[in-house]
Each structure stands twice: as C-alpha cells, then as structure tokens.
C-alpha cells in the first residue's frame, strides 16, 4: 500500500544550491563561480571512496607546493645561479607588466560621455493647465520627472509664493520649482562677464524678506489717543479675527518653512537675509517684534559669526527690551522678554565682543547686568546651565572692564606716593609750633626702618633738610626742628655700628648735590643749618674737609680765580664752628686762605662787628652811660656789619666774645639799675634775633632769669620766652626752660615777689607735659590761693555803682601815686564782685570821652590818657585773670553801639590807653582784635544804604589803625609824648605773636576777606578803601600770617569760602578775593588775574614746600571762575583767566605725580569750568602733538606722546565726575577736528614706520600708538555732534587702525596688550560712526574693514584669526562648496590649486533620473568638475537588510571595496589590523564585543599576507 502510494507522488526535484543574490561572480565573463561558494556536485572528488581517503581523509592539493614562499623564492630555486634575481631588467619588465595592465583596464572602460544637462524649459500655460500643473506639483504621487520637462511661466515674486501656500505645494517640491524658475531667470545672464551667480540669491533674498515684512505689516498696533480730540477709534487687527489669524498663520509658517531649505542651500543671499533681520528688529513695533525675536533665534548662529550684524542686533534687542520694561502691557510679553534675554546671552556668549561699546554700555549698563544675570536657584544637578551661568558671568565681568576702560571711568585711585609723601611731611613739619611735642613727631619712624642706609630714609632727609633752608617756607623755627628730629634718630640709632658715618655721608651728599644748596639766596640758611648740625654731633667739619681734599676738589681757596671756584668754598667760609679746635681752624685758614695769609677778612669782620656791638651794648663792655633809647631800625642801622658778616663770624663773635661778657653781665646785675639792665637785656635780644643766634639768646635769658632780682627784667625775660616759643619747641628745650621757671618762682615766692607772670608763663611753657605732679599740684594751689586772695568768694558781693566819678576826676590828679591808690581802694571796695573790672572799664571810656572837652592840648590829652593806662594796669594786677577778660565782654556787649559814637579825638586818646596796656600785657593783643578790629571790618564790608560815614567810618579808621600798630608795624609809638624804646616794640611782638597761634588765627583768617570786601565796597569813602586795601597788601605780605597759613591751610580755605558759600559775596567780588589768598599763598605780587601765582612757574608751585597752598589756591580759583563763567558780566574776563591758568599748567612739563595733583584738585569743579578746562586741554594735547621735530623719529614722537599723556591724565580725572553724573560738554568743534585729523597722522605715520624700523624702536612706536589709541578713547567718550568733517577724518581712520591692529597681532610687532587695546578702540571708533550715522537703515558692514593682509599671516594666533576675521562682510561659505576648490595638474604631473568653487544654488538643480548603473553625464553639475573616470569597477550598493549583507569576512575577497559606505568608514575598516595572538590570549570572547569600526591596531605588527589599501582609494571620484 505504502509503495503504491509512494509511487503515486510526483518526484522531488533536485535541491540545487544557489548563491546568495548579494555575492557577485568570481569574475565578469569567464564562468569561474562565486568567491567563497562551494556547492556539492556530482561527481566531485570528495564523493569518491578510496582507500587513501578513507584512511586519511579527503585533503584538497595545494595551489602552490608552499603557501608560506614567496613568488621571490620560487624564482630563486628556478634561477639556480641568482644572476637575474636583482637584474634592473626584471624590475623594468614587471614594471612595463603592470602599466599595460592598467592601459588595457582603461581602455576596457567607457568614456565619461559630455555634459547633457538641459535647464526644463518655461512654457506659457492656460489658467486651466497651470492650475493643473500646479496641482500635480502639490501631488506628492506625481513624479517631478513627469513635471520637469517644462514649468509654466507667468506668476512671480509675491504673487508666486502666494500660488506655492495656495496649493500646499510640499516644500522640497516647492523649492525645485522655484530653483528651475530662478535657473530660467538667470539662463541669458550667464555668459554675461560681469555675471554674478549669487546675485539672484541677493534678489529672492529682498523678495522674500519684503515677502515677510509685508505680512507683519498686517500686524498693527492702536494708535495712541490724542488728547483734546473726542473721535471714536475702532481698532481691529489681523489676528483678533480666528479666520483671518489661521490664514496668516498659516501663510506665515509655510514662508517660514519654505525659507529653511532657501537659507541651508543658499537660495537666499546670507548677508541680505540677515541684515534684514537685525534691521527689522530695530524698527518694528512690540507685536511684530515678538514673531521678529523667534526669527532672529532660529537664524542666530548666522548672525554671530560677524560682529556688524550682532551689534546692530543687540541694540535692537536692548531697546525692545527696555520697550517692554516701560509699557502698560509688560505682564503679557514674558515670553517675549525671555526670548530677549535668550538672544542677550547668547551673544555674550559666542561673541562678547559685540558688547564692547562704550556708548551702549553708558547708556544701558544696568540692564544688561540685570539681563546676563542667571536665576539664583541652579541646583547643583544643573551643571550645563551653571557652567553657561559662569560663562555669562566671566564675559560681563570682562565686557564691564573693557568698557570702563575706554570711558575713563572708576580709575583706580592713584596714591601719590613720592608726591603724597612729600606733601604730608610737609605738612607735618608745618605743624610744628608752641604747643607741639617734638617727642611724638615720628618723622622717621613712623614709616620707613631704622636704617639709615634705605631709600625712604635719604627721601625723608632730603625733605626735612629742603624744608629748612628753602625760601618758601616760613619760620626761624626750621633748623632747630631738623636737628632736634634728626638728632632723635640718630639716638635711637647710636647702638648701629657705623650709624654716624653713614649719616654724615647722606649730609654731605644732600650738601654736594641738592640745586636748593646751591641757590645763592640760601648759602646764609644752609651754613646756618650744618652749624647747627654740627653743634649736635650730626655733621663732622673735620671729615667734611676731609673728603673735598681727598677727591680733589678744585677752587676751595680764596686765592683762585672765581671761574674754576668750587660752591663748598662758599660752604667753607660760611658755615659757623661751634665747638672747634685749634687744628682744626687752622686746617680750615690754610685751605680757604692759603698756609701763608697772616690776617684774614674773618679778622677785620670780627674787628668791625666787636666795635658796633661794643658802641650799643656800653654796660656790658665797662661803660658808665647808657645809650639813648634806640629803636629797631635804628639797631640795625648801627650794626650793619654784625648782621651781614657771615655764619662764621657771626657765631664766633657771639659765642666766644658776645655770650661771655653778656654772663658777666648777668651776673652784677644785683648792682644795676632796673631800668639800665632792661635796656641792655633787650638790646641783647634783639641782636641775637637778628643773627639767629637763639641758642646763645637762650643761654642769657636763663642765666638772668637766675640771677636777676628785678620783677620788670623777670618779666621780659618771660617775654622772650613767650615770644619765641616755637623756636624753643623746635629746639625741644621747653623742659628746661619749665624747670627753670619753676626754681626761679620757689626763690621769688620765698622772697615774697611778683609771681602772677611766673605762674602764668609755667603753665603755657609746661603744656602738661614737663613738671611732675608735685610742682603741677603746687602751682595749681599757689594759682587758686592767689585767686581767692585777689576775688574772694562771698554770699553778699558789694554792688558797685554804674557810675564812679573818682575816675573821672583821676585825669587830673597830677600825683605820681594817683592811680595806684585809686586802683588800691576800688579793689578794697568791689572785690567781692565779679564785674566790678567791667564797670571800671565802661567808666574810663566814659572818662575818656570827656577828655577832648577837658583839654585841647593833644600833648595834655595824652598825658590824661596814660594816667588812665597806669590807672588800668593797676586794676589789671589786683584782679586773678586781669582786666582782658572783661574788656572783651564789654567790647563784645554793649561796647558795640558805644564805639561807634566815639569821636575822632575821643579815638585819639583811647588809642593811646589801649596800646598802652597792650604793651605792658594788660590787654591781649586778640581781645582788640577780636573786639574792636573785627566788627568794624565786617560794619565795613556789610555797609550799605543805611551806611552812616561820619561815625561809622572813624570806627573803621580807628580800628584799621589799632590793628596795624599791634600786628603789621614793626615798631610801635604808644604816644609822642613817651620815648621810643625798643622794648615797647619787643613787647608789641611778643603779644601779637597770639593772633598767629590757634585758636584765635582761625578768627583771623576768616576776617581777612571782610577787609577784602571792606576795600571794593563803594559804599565806603575812598580814602578808608584806600587804607583797607594797603592794610589787606600788607597783612597779606606778612611773613608771620603766612607762616600761620602754612601751618593751617584749612583755616584760611574755610575763612575764604564762607562768604561766598552763604552767597553774601557778588560775583564781581570773588576774583579780588582769590587775588588776597593767591598773595597769602605765592608771594605774588598785586594782581587782576586770579592766575598770576602760576606766572613764576609750575615747578615752584608744585614745589613739596608749597604743595598745600597750590592746591588751595587752585581749588579756590577754579571755584571762583565757575561763578563768574555763569554771570554774564564776569563771563569773558573769567574765560580769559582760565585760558591762562590751563595754558600754564598744560604746557609745563610734569611728572606723572604732579598731573595727577592737578587733576584731584580740579576734581569736582562747576560744569562751565570743566569744559573750558577740557577744551583747552584738548588744544594743549593737539599743539604738542603738532610739534613734530624736522627729522621725525619714534624716539620724538615718543617724547611728544608723553607729555601729551600729562595733560590727559589731567583731563581723565577732571571729566570722571562729569561722565558719572552724565553732564552735557559742549565740545570746541575746531578742536575736536584738529585732534582727530592730528590722531590719523600719527597713526598713519607709525604705520608706515612699523614697515621700515628696526626691532629696537617697535616698543616705541608701539607706546605711542597705544597713547593715540587711549586719547582717541577718551575723545569719543564725549557725547556731542560730530561734524561731517570730523566723520570723514574717523572714516578714514578705521583702516589705518585696523592696520595697526593687525601689526600688533602677529610678526615681529606682535603685542597682545596692544592688540586687545587697538580692537577694543577700533570698535569704539566703529560705533560712533553709526551712532552718529545720517542715513535710516546704514549698512552695518559699511565701516567694517574689507581685507586682511599681513606678511605674517602665518603666525596669527587663531585666538586672533577668529576675532578679526569676524569683522569682515564675507560670511562663511555654503556646506556645500566650503573647502572646496578648483584644480588641475601641470605639465609636471603636480597638483594646481585655482579659485575656490563658488556656490551656484540656482543652476545646479536636481537630477531626476532613475540610476541604473550606466554613466549619464547629464545632472547640473558635470562630472569634469571633479576629474571623474570610468573605472570599470562594479559599485556595490549599501544593503541595509542584515540578512542580505556581504559579511566582513568576504568583504575584502575578489573585490576593491568599492561599496556605498562612505569614504571614512571604509578608510577605517581597510586601516584595521587583527591583533597579535599574543596580545588576544588573554581575551574570553574575541569579537564578542567588538564594535563596527573594528578592532584598533598594534602597531609595528602586521601579518606578511595583509593586504594593503587600495592605490585607487585616493584617486578622486570612480564610477563603475
């Protein structure tokens, strides 16, 4: 059953094995199987059944007797001798083997046929068959190679893109159409020479975008409501309609769409596109705006390749974003305020440059701050966005410092460290006076180390030492506070080895080198200072000699001729020996003199100066008779050799003849009269004062206060103590001088004498500081029990009466005693009282307006007048405090309206009462000042109409008068009917000394201007103008006001402001006042110009001595003209001053240090004075600049540079505060184009010499340039117009500093610094032509450099390269021809570069045919352009399927790989080698974990069989 069945079916057929439909044949024509396929066959060996087979299997025979022998090693068995093996005819014929080999595989392949590409034609269609057309076009299941043998022609432009959204054409479909539309466009303009394939791009570019910017225009906004019209507004929009809003939608988004591909392939103009965007942005409004910003972000990478179009863009955005800040409807634009924000930052990001304008930047800092600012919350899991955050952050920090830089804002405070220095211990030293503790005065230490070898150390000597010799400071004080400070260093160093030697070298190279020491007015101040010195073991004479003999020092002797005389000779002959010897005097004789002089000039001086001194001090010298009573100007009348001798002789004859006869005199003073010692004493005094011999003034007066038993000699001993107080301080021997006080008051109160003046003196000289508290604790007592006696304390004072008439009647008791009882028994009466000194006083001056009646006689009047004075000094000593006290208070009270009723002649005779009392000390000389003098200068300045001149005017008169008899004379007439003596002058001196010590100098100073005010009031007479205007000249001139000024600047900055400050000065008044303080402050004489204290040159103004008072005097004069620029009446004159004041200053030339002074001081000045200042600076800097030397060098444009630099660091920081506050500068405009036209030839003049100097002057040119570049900075840092001539001079600037800026990038010039500095101005520069801009809608690459050209391009740092390359208009080529070239070989055979390929999107259109392996040549781009040939290899397609796949193991097999992958996956793969056994011995699973790029080489191994890349796998393009 089973085989019927079975031989009822029809047979099986034969399985026959086929290849895979992937594997191709082993070769073309000949039938020689597939590589690698093997299928059983019948009757192949295998199947045969043999002995051998069955025993030792089936073996296949192998193709050659080795596999693992070489061809080489076969044909050397062959050739038995090996004469052929290395025979050049072998290599020759194999050679010619394998050439005809390739020949034949060539001409087997066919020829690359010629180009037949035809652009499809435009046909003209009906309505009915366009629309069909179109309509197929739309149908994705039409092919385009049915459409794309003709296209319709008709519609363009717009109406176009209308027809293309009308039927939804897709948008590849939509862009091969158009491209074969613009392809017909530009057919007949191809074979044009002046062709350009990109211009159609340039047209569809404005088509598309006019496209665009058509339907945002459909985007309005409602225009505001005009106020006062009543008109109803309907307002309806396109998208406040849902029809009308889904058709714009919809039409929009397909233009969108559609300009993706336009803008990937280059179918629109880049450049045209994108300065649209940045363009539109700017000008449209918040609702087109939003659609504008996604616009701008999806094309931003473009935008950010090239700064001229990211700039305009982030302007854009700044003012839409503060447009959104401002408006009504900010709640509902977030989205569109992100999307801002977004752009902001990402322009920081990938081009930070773009924010480098200062312009911008001052305008809208704050919101960009606020706008590159991150959220505060980035969790640590946001790493991206916190390193993007910190990018943001680092560029802003960067972007601000950059911008700041270049407006010259926040400049780092600059210390004045040599100037600042010098200024402070000038000041410090000017502090020195009465009440100053030289022990706390750290000169030295305070800032620099106790070594004496330092450079700070010898910079601090060198000022001490200037300031006590140069003329322009004030003070006999000086040299003693220079050696006392300088001693108590040397003290503190005594243990330093070498200590003194090394001082006395810095000493004598301060004395040899210093141009103060040589001045010849100071030869007398410097011999005194190095006698001193020497005197305090500071300085060695012997060693000082010394060294001038030992270097050779010519024309130190008398004898040679003037012409080769050394200025030490001076020095040797001048500076006094104060402790000497005889070898040493005799060393100094032979020297100055010669070994052979028997009597010297010192001799016949010293002769001359004893006979004088003898002549005026006859007691001393063993006379019998005084002298008549002498005056001061008759002392130094009758002794004129004794004060012009020099130093030398004078401390010879003072301290070895003068000082010891005046010691003997001391010492018989018991035997003199009172009057005779007080004669001689004061002589005495005022002779040392005149030679500066206050040591030797100071050893008298303490020999006679020990010695002396006169109260009245006693108390001007006082007086010289009081008198020259400061000198005492600066001699630091006021601790002496307490002590001796103290012993002298013990031995007087134990005799019971006068000690109110005793008391009074120890308590000023001791300050607190010199007696302990025993002596302190007694004098306090002895004052108190002094007090109480004189005013004792009670419960029932004595009233005394308003009027006394024994007062009255004391005018005319003509007995000597009459004051003094009267005195004696008011005092008995009234001393419980407290104000019974002031009914005293109110009675004399009632008594003294009688006295004009009593008496005409002027001689008997005065006579009256003393009595009252002896009357008064009476009452003075019966009171604790004296009668000073109460006189002010009465003078202050109701003294105020009597003196003014006071007479001519009652003036008269109280004149002569208060100089009186003033001269015994009774009344102070600042209580007149303070009481008298000071009102009536203020009733002066303030009069006006109310002005009564009869009574007024005497006030003035006589108080003028008081206050130049008690401060300005220099010597004083108490009356004519009393002796001139020289002690009233002393006296005089001695007091007024008051009104320059604080507190009452502060009084002082700030009444100074009401006598200013007082001498142009026209109110006043002319007559009292007159004598106020020579009282203010003198007081100005006073050396002892200007040595108060010095010490107290503030004081008299402040006394000068006031006034002026409470508005009670008229603008025409302001310049006489600055002319008083500039003649306080510069010794200048009588001037109308406030500058005048310039005219003796900048260098002593800004001298360290007189540093303070230059800058009160210009901080006031400054202040001074800003007023009167604003007053109409003082405009011109002030313009003028200041012109003149900035031409001094700007045209001196000065050090770093000292510019800055001047700036600080003109810091802060009214708006009118800074411009005039900065105008006038500006035309300084362009006629220094214009000051060109005729063979023009780097070196001299260097020097000019500098001192430009000068006057603009002067500029800087005079306009910080301006810029700060945002103040409007109306610059000259003549100067503003000058500076611009001089800054273009310097630059192009250091551009030329970058091409021709040697490496030696590259820094130089260097240094200027950078100086340009910052004064070019600093000028378009001001707002204003800008000329068109300005404009034009800019423009042409900007290639010039673009070809600086390329020196200073690479070769020999390269300069990172400057490079940055040049770039950052070349920006500036840039955008302040299109800030200041004309035109709408400017082209934004318009002021852009075009061209990069250096010889050393190669060595451009790529940091470099990618920041100037982004200011060129060219942007980056399409992907498609980027990198791409043309190329040919030359006759050699050797690669030709040509131009690179340029993009050509409109004619290189789609191929539509099907590829069926055969070579068409018929697509828009011929195969010529890339060298292309047939091959006659088979390209293998790419299989995707895995199954259908050639597996890699037979990739290689039989084949050339020439497969689909691409170029580099092949190159990798074919680059592989298999690893060494040894190396995958250790491998579990080789090939388990392998990835498609295979496994990576070992290198220096590979396997004798590998094969190598193919030769033709860098050939080009192949085609099979």
Not at 333 to 361: H, M
Not at 721 to 728: C, D, G, K, S
Not at 1313 to 1335: P, Q
Request: include cysteine; glycine fraction near 6%; charged fraction near 20%.
């Amino acid at each position: 059953m089973k085989e019927e069945k079975r031989g009822q079916e029809p047979p099986s057929p034969i399985y026959e094995s086929l290849p895979p439909p992937w594997l191709p044949k082993s070769h073309r024509t000949a039938d020689v199987g597939y590589p690698g396929f093997h299928p059983p066959r019948p009757g192949q060996d295998e199947d045969v059944l043999s002995d051998k087979h069955i025993k030792d299997g089936f073996l296949l025979p192998l193709p050659v007797p080795d596999e693992h022998q070489s061809a080489a090693v076969t044909f050397l068995q062959q050739d038995a001798k090996g004469g052929r093996m290395f025979d050049q005819s072998v290599l020759t014929d194999l050679e010619h083997l394998m050439n005809d080999i390739f020949a034949r595989k060539a001409d087997s392949a066919g020829a690359i046929q010629a180009p037949a590409f035809k652009i499809p034609s435009r046909v003209t269609m009906s309505d009915t068959k366009r629309q069909t057309w179109f309509a197929e076009l739309a149908n994705p299941d039409v092919p385009l190679s049915k459409l794309g043998k003709s296209v319709p022609h008709g519609a363009k432009g717009h109406d176009l893109l209308d027809l293309l959204h009308t039927n939804n054409v897709a948008i590849p479909r939509a862009v091969w159409f158009l491209r074969v539309f613009g392809a017909n466009e530009t057919a007949g303009l191809r074979n044009k020479p002046s062709y350009n394939p990109t211009q159609y791009s340039v047209d569809w570019a404005i088509v598309v975008t006019s496209y665009i910017k058509k339907q945002l225009a459909d985007i309005a906004l409602p225009s505001a409501p005009r106020p006062g019209m009543n008109i109803k507004q309907t307002f309806k929009g396109v998208l406040s309609d849902a029809e009308n809003r889904d058709r714009w939608v919809s039409r929009f988004t397909y233009c969108l769409r559609l300009l993706r591909p336009f803008y990937d392939e280059g179918l629109v103009d880049h450049r045209t596109f994108l300065t649209w965007i940045v363009l539109q942005m700017a000008t449209c409004n918040l609702a087109q705006a939003g659609f504008v910003a996604h616009l701008a972000d999806e094309y931003l990478d473009g935008v950010l390749e090239k700064r001229p179009l990211a700039k305009p863009l982030l302007d854009a955005c700044i003012a839409k974003l503060n447009e959104v800040r401002t408006t009504s409807a900010q709640g509902h634009l977030n989205k569109f305020e992100e999307i801002l924000k977004s752009l902001i930052q990402r322009i920081c990001v990938a081009l930070p440059d773009t924010f480098v304008s200062p312009s911008a930047w001052l305008a809208h800092s704050s919101l960009l701050c606020s706008a590159l600012a991150g959220p505060a919350d980035i969790g640590p899991s946001n790493c991206r966005r916190r390193d993007f955050q910190q990018l943001l952050s680092d560029n802003l920090k960067d972007i601000q410092r950059r911008n700041d830089a270049m407006l010259f804002r926040n400049l780092p405070p600059r210390k004045l460290e040599r100037l600042g220095s010098l200024v402070v211990d000038i000041q410090i030293l000017n502090s020195i006076c009465s009440s100053t503790d030289m022990s706390t005065i750290s000169f030295f230490s305070s800032q620099i180390p106790d070594c004496t070898s330092s450079s700070s150390f010898v910079d601090k000597l060198d000022t001490l030492l200037t300031w006590a010799v140069t003329p322009l400071q004030y003070g006999s004080h000086r040299p003693y506070a220079a050696v006392t400070l300088l001693r108590a260093y040397h003290e503190r160093n005594a243990r330093r080895e070498l200590s003194s030697a090394t001082l006395h070298d810095h000493l004598f190279d301060w004395l040899d080198s210093k141009p103060v020491v040589r001045e010849a007015g100071n030869l007398r101040a410097v011999a005194g200072l190095f006698g001193k010195l020497m005197k305090g073991g500071l300085f060695d004479y012997a060693a000082y000699v010394q060294r001038l003999v030992a270097r050779g020092e010519e024309g130190l002797s008398l004898n040679e001729p003037d012409e080769t005389a050394s200025f030490h000779r001076n020095f040797l002959r001048w500076i006094p020996l104060h402790n000497t010897t005889a070898s040493l005097s005799n060393q100094r004789k032979v020297i100055v003199y010669g070994a052979r002089t028997r009597q010297t000039p010192e001799d016949v001086c010293e002769r001359e100066m004893r006979r004088e001194i003898r002549a005026i001090l006859p007691l001393v010298f063993g006379g019998n008779t005084l002298s008549p009573s002498i005056s001061m100007s008759s002392l130094r009348t009758s002794c004129p050799t004794v004060l012009g001798a020099p130093c030398f002789e004078q401390v010879r004859t003072v301290k070895q003849w003068l000082l010891p006869n005046l010691h003997k005199f001391a010492s018989r003073l018991q035997a003199l009269d009172e009057i005779s010692s007080l004669k001689t004493y004061s002589t005495a005094v005022e002779l040392f004062r005149y030679t500066h011999s206050y040591g030797s003034l100071l050893e008298l007066s303490l020999s006679v206060l020990s010695q002396t038993s006169h109260a009245e000699l006693l108390t001007a001993v006082g007086e010289v103590f009081h008198r020259f107080a400061t000198i005492w301080t600066a001699m630091n021997v006021t601790g002496a001088i307490t002590s001796a006080l103290y012993s002298t008051y013990l031995l007087w109160r134990t005799q019971g004498g006068k000690t109110r003046s005793l008391l009074t003196l120890i308590i000023e000289m001791d300050d607190g500081r010199q007696l302990d508290a025993t002596a302190r604790t007694q004098v306090e007592n002895d004052i108190a029990a002094f007090t109480h006696a004189l005013a004792p304390k009670t419960d029932h004072p004595e009233a005394v009466p308003s009027v006394m008439p024994e007062i009255l009647l004391l005018a005319e008791d003509t007995k000597p005693d009459a004051p003094s009882i009267l005195a004696n028994s008011l005092w008995y009466k009234y001393r419980t009282s407290g104000d019974w000194a002031w009914k005293v006083w109110d009675n004399i001056v009632a008594s003294l307006r009688q006295v004009p009646v009593m008496s005409e006689d002027h001689g008997r009047r005065h006579t009256y007048a003393l009595r009252y004075g002896q009357f008064l000094l009476h009452v003075d000593h019966h009171l604790p405090s004296g009668i000073d006290d109460a006189v002010l208070q009465w003078f202050l009270g109701t003294g105020k309206s009597e003196v003014l009723g006071l007479t001519l002649e009652t003036w008269d005779v109280l004149r002569v009462v208060l100089l009186f009392l003033c001269v015994h000390g009774a009344l102070s000389t600042t209580t007149l000042l303070q009481g008298l003098v000071y009102p009536a200068w203020q009733l002066g300045a303030d009069a006006g109409p109310l002005y009564q001149p009869q009574n007024m005017e005497t006030f003035i008169q006589a108080a003028s008068e008081l206050f130049d008899a008690l401060v300005l004379q220099e010597e004083c007439f108490i009356s004519p009917i009393v002796p001139q003596e020289l002690l009233d002058a002393q006296r005089i001196h001695t007091w007024r000394q008051d009104a320059f010590r604080e507190p009452h100098f502060t009084l002082l100073a700030s009444n100074i201007p009401n006598l200013v005010l007082l001498e142009h009031n026209n109110v006043v007479s002319n007559e009292l103008r007159g004598v106020a205007r020579d009282l203010r000249l003198r007081t100005c001139e006073s050396r002892d006001i200007r040595q108060s000024c010095y010490r107290n600047l503030d004081a008299i900055r402040r006394g000068f402001e006031h006034p002026i400050q409470l508005g009670m000065v008229a603008e025409t008044l302001c310049e006489p006042l600055v002319n008083a303080l500039k003649m306080i402050l510069s010794e200048s004489n009588e001037d109308t110009d406030v500058n005048s204290f310039l005219s003796t040159g900048i260098s002593s103004v800004l001298s360290p001595c007189t540093l303070a008072a230059t800058a009160v005097q210009l901080q006031f004069g400054l202040r001074q003209l800003g007023r009167a620029l604003a007053c109409e009446s003082t405009k011109q004159g002030a313009s003028a001053s200041l012109d003149k004041m900035t031409s001094l200053i700007f045209h001196h030339s000065m050090a770093s240090e000292e510019a800055y002074f001047i700036a600080e001081m003109a810091r802060g000045v009214d708006g009118p004075v800074a411009i005039k200042f900065i105008n006038n600076g500006f035309k300084s800097i362009v006629d220094i600049l214009n000051r060109a030397p005729a063979p023009s060098t780097p070196e001299s444009l260097l020097v000019r540079v500098g001192r430009a630099g000068e006057v603009l660091r002067v500029l800087s920081h005079v306009s910080e505060p301006l810029r700060e506050e945002g103040t409007e500068l109306d610059l000259d405009v003549s100067t503003q184009e000058r500076l611009a036209k001089i800054i273009l030839e310097l630059f192009q003049l250091a551009n030329v010499t970058f091409s021709k100097t040697t490496d030696r002057s590259l820094r130089v040119i260097t240094e200027s340039v950078i100086f340009l570049a910052r004064l070019l900075q600093f000028d378009l840092g001001f707002p204003g117009i800008r000329t068109t001539h300005f404009r034009e001079t800019c423009e042409k600037m900007v290639p010039v500093l673009f070809d600086l800026v390329v020196i200073h990038a690479c070769g020999p010039a390269h300069d990172a610094v400057a490079f940055a500095l040049l770039l950052d101005t070349l920006y500036f520069l840039i955008d302040d032509l299109f800030l200041h801009s004309k035109t709408s809608s400017p082209d934004p690459f318009k002021y852009y450099p075009t061209k990069l050209q250096s010889p050393h391009l190669h060595s451009l740092p790529s940091s470099h390269r990618i920041r100037l390359l982004s200011l060129f208009p060219h942007l980056r080529p399409n992907a498609v021809v980027q990198d791409l070239a043309h190329a040919h070989r030359d006759s050699t055979g050797l690669l030709v570069y040509g131009a690179p390929v340029q993009n050509r999107p409109w004619e290189w259109i789609e191929n539509l045919d099907k590829d069926d392996g055969v070579i068409r040549n018929n697509a828009s781009l011929s195969l010529e352009l890339f060298g292309a040939r047939a091959t006659g290899d088979h390209l293998i397609g790419y299989v995707q399927d895995e199954e259908h796949r050639i597996p890699t193991r037979l990739e290689g097999v039989f084949e050339d790989k020439l497969t689909a992958e691409s170029v580099f996956r092949r190159d990798w793969r074919e680059t592989r080698l298999p690893a060494h056994s040894d190396v995958r011995a250790g491998e579990r699973g080789v090939g388990e974990g392998a990835d498609e790029l295979g496994t990576l080489p070992t290198f220096g191994l590979q396997k004798p069989g590998s094969r190598r890349v193919s030769p033709a796998s860098s050939s080009g393009v192949f085609l099979g």
